[in-house]
């Protein structure tokens, strides 16, 4: 049986975004560039595209462009305010994704920037007034702090952070890449300057996503050649992502409650089964058993270390698939930069689940079974053609 619980990482497509890809692979294939009718025809596919998303989230068409994904976007966003606003201070934290602490660390290393990090509360949380104080500290300073967290779930207050911004004549930029289509944005209710999104988190398909600059903003484009995106970006649009992309964000708003109380529903069953499952010292990175201060299907707990191995290797072997930031010292990989950054506690293995609207609570059932078949078999020394006798009921 095989179970995919990594949601976090990537997304199902949905059955309704291929549909509507379909055609741009067959008929509609015509270069958007071009004058004639086949490119007519393309053009107007991605301006429609275009308006459909600004409309979601309440803003300008002329502010959404479309990218390769969150990373381009947080590059451009970070690199190209910097150059073009001569910012020489940035302030983010220690549990941003790499597409956000590797560019920002790169200009520091390259003399353009001085980095400051907001302090966090033990469960992650930003510290809000020690922000503030950073803001005072250094006005007209580039903010960079993501709404959902990629691995344990907190959310961030963004309008907060936006207010804060905007008194301080701060330049703010936040990765939505977990939190678009699982949390409804207004941005006409809040005065975000960069904002990005990937459509493989919200059922699209890979390879595509979108950058909202604020029309405060004109950045210079970092790949060159065509005038594509108005300008902002060369190139050939990816039209059969662009495409899936606001199909899959229109399906996310039409759908928001349902998949918000199944997913909500998911999590809880899986806290519960995880708590009456009898695994002794089982914990909770960040927020992530929240109902309200962290995303509705991410849960990132921390296990005691096996004695035989990594957990979400066990789990994998038996047709799980989760993601890891193991810190036992018996695996020796460090863990993540997310977990050692809120949580010193070795000897124990970090595990994200993270649920979207194709899983059941039967897979959530199963899960928590397999994970109390392996602890099961690890306090016990068995040879390993026993244990994969154990184990069979499982495939």
Same mark, same amino acid.
């Given at each position: 049986?095989?179970?995919?619980?990594?949601?976090?990482?990537?997304?199902?497509?949905?059955?309704?975004?291929?549909?509507?890809?379909?055609?741009?692979?067959?008929?509609?294939?015509?270069?958007?560039?071009?004058?004639?009718?086949?490119?007519?025809?393309?053009?107007?596919?991605?301006?429609?595209?275009?308006?459909?998303?600004?409309?979601?989230?309440?803003?300008?068409?002329?502010?959404?462009?479309?990218?390769?994904?969150?990373?381009?976007?947080?590059?451009?966003?970070?690199?190209?305010?910097?150059?073009?606003?001569?910012?020489?201070?940035?302030?983010?934290?220690?549990?941003?994704?790499?597409?956000?602490?590797?560019?920002?660390?790169?200009?520091?290393?390259?003399?353009?920037?001085?980095?400051?990090?907001?302090?966090?509360?033990?469960?992650?949380?930003?510290?809000?007034?020690?922000?503030? /104080?950073?803001?005072?500290?250094?006005?007209? +300073?580039? #903010?960079?702090?993501?709404?959902? !967290?990629? *691995?344990?779930?907190?959310? &961030?207050?963004?309008?907060?952070?936006?207010?804060?911004?905007?008194?301080?004549?701060?330049?703010?930029?936040?990765?939505?890449?977990?939190?678009?289509?699982?949390?409804?944005?207004?941005?006409?209710?809040?005065?975000?300057?960069?904002?990005?999104?990937?459509?493989?988190?919200?059922?699209?398909?890979?390879?595509?996503?979108?950058?909202?600059?604020?029309?405060?903003?004109?950045?210079?484009?970092?790949?060159?050649?065509?005038?594509?995106?108005?300008?902002?970006?060369?190139?050939?649009?990816?039209?059969?992502?662009?495409?899936?992309?606001?199909?899959?964000?229109?399906?996310?708003?039409?759908?928001?409650?349902?998949?918000?109380?199944?997913?909500?529903?998911?999590?809880? /069953?899986?806290?519960?089964?995880?708590?009456? +499952?009898? #695994?002794?010292?089982?914990?909770? !990175?960040? *927020?992530?058993?929240?109902? &309200?201060?962290?995303?509705?299907?991410?849960?990132?707990?921390?296990?005691?270390?096996?004695?035989?191995?990594?957990?979400?290797?066990?789990?994998?072997?038996?047709?799980?698939?989760?993601?890891?930031?193991?810190?036992?010292?018996?695996?020796?990989?460090?863990?993540?930069?997310?977990?050692?950054?809120?949580?010193?506690?070795?000897?124990?293995?970090?595990?994200?689940?993270?649920?979207?609207?194709?899983?059941?609570?039967?897979?959530?059932?199963?899960?928590?079974?397999?994970?109390?078949?392996?602890?099961?078999?690890?306090?016990?020394?068995?040879?390993?053609?026993?244990?994969?006798?154990?184990?069979?009921?499982?495939?």
């Amino acid at each position: 049986m095989e179970i995919y619980s990594d949601s976090a990482a990537t997304t199902a497509i949905d059955p309704e975004v291929i549909e509507t890809m379909l055609p741009f692979l067959t008929t509609n294939f015509g270069n958007p560039s071009s004058s004639h009718w086949a490119g007519r025809k393309v053009r107007e596919a991605i301006d429609q595209s275009r308006k459909k998303i600004a409309k979601l989230l309440n803003v300008t068409p002329e502010e959404i462009f479309f990218v390769s994904g969150a990373t381009e976007g947080n590059n451009l966003a970070l690199s190209e305010s910097i150059r073009e606003y001569g910012l020489n201070h940035a302030i983010t934290s220690k549990i941003e994704h790499k597409a956000v602490l590797e560019p920002l660390l790169r200009h520091e290393r390259e003399g353009d920037i001085e980095i400051s990090y907001v302090k966090l509360d033990k469960k992650g949380n930003v510290d809000l007034e020690h922000l503030e /104080r950073l803001l005072d500290a250094n006005p007209q +300073s580039l #903010i960079s702090l993501m709404h959902g !967290n990629n *691995e344990i779930g907190n959310l &961030t207050d963004i309008q907060v952070i936006s207010r804060l911004a905007k008194k301080y004549n701060a330049v703010f930029h936040t990765d939505t890449t977990q939190t678009i289509g699982k949390v409804q944005l207004n941005l006409s209710e809040f005065p975000v300057d960069f904002l990005v999104g990937s459509a493989h988190k919200f059922h699209g398909p890979k390879g595509v996503g979108f950058i909202f600059i604020n029309m405060r903003h004109k950045l210079k484009p970092r790949i060159l050649g065509g005038g594509q995106e108005n300008g902002q970006r060369g190139g050939t649009e990816n039209v059969i992502g662009i495409v899936g992309l606001a199909k899959a964000l229109e399906i996310a708003y039409r759908d928001f409650d349902l998949i918000k109380e199944k997913t909500s529903a998911l999590k809880r /069953r899986f806290i519960s089964e995880i708590e009456n +499952s009898g #695994i002794e010292n089982v914990g909770y !990175n960040g *927020e992530s058993r929240s109902e &309200t201060k962290s995303l509705g299907s991410i849960v990132n707990v921390s296990f005691p270390c096996l004695q035989s191995g990594s957990l979400v290797s066990k789990l994998d072997q038996f047709g799980i698939a989760v993601s890891g930031g193991s810190a036992c010292s018996n695996l020796g990989n460090g863990g993540s930069h997310v977990i050692r950054a809120i949580n010193n506690e070795a000897d124990k293995e970090n595990v994200r689940f993270s649920f979207s609207k194709f899983n059941t609570a039967e897979e959530v059932e199963h899960i928590v079974q397999t994970i109390v078949n392996i602890y099961n078999a690890d306090s016990i020394p068995i040879e390993p053609n026993v244990l994969h006798q154990s184990f069979t009921w499982i495939h």
